[in-house]
């Protein structure tokens, strides 16, 4: 039988382990593409998709005008606006896809991967590096606690999350002024 904190602890230190190595310099850049961009729209698959959605949440609690692709209400995008896809693995047929489109219409793109030598990275005007273990590298003596892509996803959520904070406190705004924005249909 396993030990359920225990676990907790390893796959805590896990997500530490990644965070350790995230690009002060990425996250910089992160932050200022998504401050200046007009229109921002979000996309990803599988549970990488959910972490999208679940930023692209924060986004709009912060005020600011930001989408789900496929939702149909998701605006077209332009220049001016940014594509934020994540792809884990580094490459997604879809979000390859969708990336083209966007640089087509003159959009900006940024890509959260653990895999930057992937397709779909090198499309993107910015890479943000996650260092974690996705379905890519889930196999051999190395693997995470947490299955498949986990890891990946987990760090982008919590990743996410940190990310509305920080942008918070770039736009002046307290957590008073984000929960104003959240619905009250539930």
């Not at 001016?80 to 994540?86: E, H, K, T, Y």
């Not at 008073?176 to 929960?179: D, E, L, P, S």
């Given at each position: 039988m396993?030990?359920?904190r225990a676990m907790a602890?390893?796959?805590?230190?896990?997500?530490?382990?990644?965070f350790a190595k995230v690009s002060p310099?990425?996250?910089?850049t992160l932050l200022n593409e998504v401050l200046h961009a007009r229109r921002i729209a979000t996309y990803g698959v599988g549970r990488e998709g959910l972490m999208m959605k679940a930023l692209c949440m924060r986004l709009f609690h912060l005020g600011l005008d930001a989408h789900v692709v496929g939702d149909m209400t998701t605006p077209p995008l332009s220049d001016?606006?940014?594509?934020?896809?994540?792809a884990g693995p580094g490459h997604f047929f879809t979000v390859e896809g969708l990336v083209r489109a966007a640089r087509q219409?003159?959009?900006r793109t940024l890509c959260f991967t653990a895999q930057p030598q992937g397709t779909v990275p090198q499309l993107c005007d910015v890479i943000v590096y996650l260092p974690a273990q996705t379905m890519a590298n889930d196999q051999g003596e190395a693997t995470s606690i947490l299955p498949m892509g986990s890891l990946y996803e987990a760090v982008l959520m919590v990743f996410a999350d940190l990310i509305s904070i920080l942008l918070r406190e770039r736009l002046g705004q307290d957590p008073?002024?984000?929960?104003l924005r959240h619905t009250n249909l539930e």
């Open positions: 396993h030990d359920l602890a390893q796959a805590l230190s896990e997500i530490e382990g990644v310099e990425a996250t910089e001016g606006d940014l594509l934020l896809v994540s219409a003159k959009a008073a002024q984000m929960r």
